[in-house]
């Protein structure tokens, strides 16, 4: 498999086992086979989990039986893996045998609270097509509430911006809504960098040009503070690319790879 940009695929090799999803309950017991960077897992209730580790974390690959939110798609754990080099690898395409497309998702098993959330993102997410999501953000899995997003969508509409950042506001709060930011920006080459800074009374989001750990080449940034609605939980970090309501309107699968995930706690 060629570590190439936002890859438009004529065919990806299926190489995977296949296991049952469900959300986590308790403890995991670790099996001992791990085969393409998966590692077959099962939960004390004795529900099987796919889990692979990247970046120092391990992850709960999403590969639930049927249909699953957002916007009630399908999704695969074989469009899930990390290479030999240990980059995570997330893909969306139609299937051969049943004709639906499938979407690719994980979640940390860890809990992150306040400190800096970075990515390293290998690919040409400025051009993904207008029915295509990726999304990079932490979330605590009540709805509507709980949640900062770096997501690259023009959710369906061919002349929407592609690069939003949201925070929705802390469970419990009345009379605040989520809060976007959306802007459209062209790339210097395929990789790049996308972080955010939250603490108790602001949320700063940054997108540069290139693999950062400093500022140089930022092509976008925004900060919210106070009164914004800023959840103070510490929740676990989702990464995925799934559909809008309707396949892509190119007819091609893509690919996106995610060379590293970096938490820095707040000092």
């Known amino acids: 498999m060629k570590s190439i940009f936002v890859w438009l695929l004529a065919a990806i090799p299926v190489c995977f086992a296949n296991c049952t999803s469900s959300k986590l309950d308790g403890p ?30 391990t ?7 049927g249909q699953q939110g957002p916007h009630n798609n399908y999704w695969s754990g074989d469009n899930v893996w990390v290479d030999s080099n240990g980059r995570l690898h997330l893909v969306l395409k139609k299937h051969n045998d049943t004709g639906r497309w499938e979407c690719a998702e994980v979640r940390s098993t860890q809990l992150f609270g306040y400190g800096t959330y970075q990515w390293k993102i290998e690919g040409a997410v400025n051009a993904l097509d207008k029915n295509i999501v990726f999304g990079l953000f932490n979330y605590s899995g009540n709805s509507r509430f709980d949640e900062m997003d770096i997501e690259f969508s023009r959710w369906g509409y061919p002349n929407a911006p592609i690069l939003n950042y949201t925070v929705w506001p802390a469970t419990g709060a009345t009379g605040v809504n989520n809060v976007t930011y959306a802007k459209d920006f062209v790339l210097n080459g395929t990789y790049t960098t996308h972080r955010f800074r939250r603490d108790a009374t602001s949320i700063h989001f940054q997108s540069l040009h290139g693999f950062q750990n400093g500022n140089l080449n930022q092509f976008e940034t925004k900060t919210w503070t106070t009164p914004t609605s800023i959840s103070t939980l510490q929740m676990p970090i989702h990464m995925n690319l799934w559909l809008f309501d309707a396949p892509p309107s190119n007819g091609n699968a893509v690919e996106i790879i995610i060379h590293e995930f970096k938490f820095t706690p707040l000092s």
Do not use: D, R
């Open 28 to 57: 995991v017991q670790t099996k001992t086979s791990v085969e393409h960077g998966k590692t077959n897992t099962v939960a004390v209730n004795g529900v099987n989990q796919t889990t692979i580790q990247f970046s120092g974390y």
């Open 59 to 65: 992850w709960i690959v999403k590969e639930p039986a």
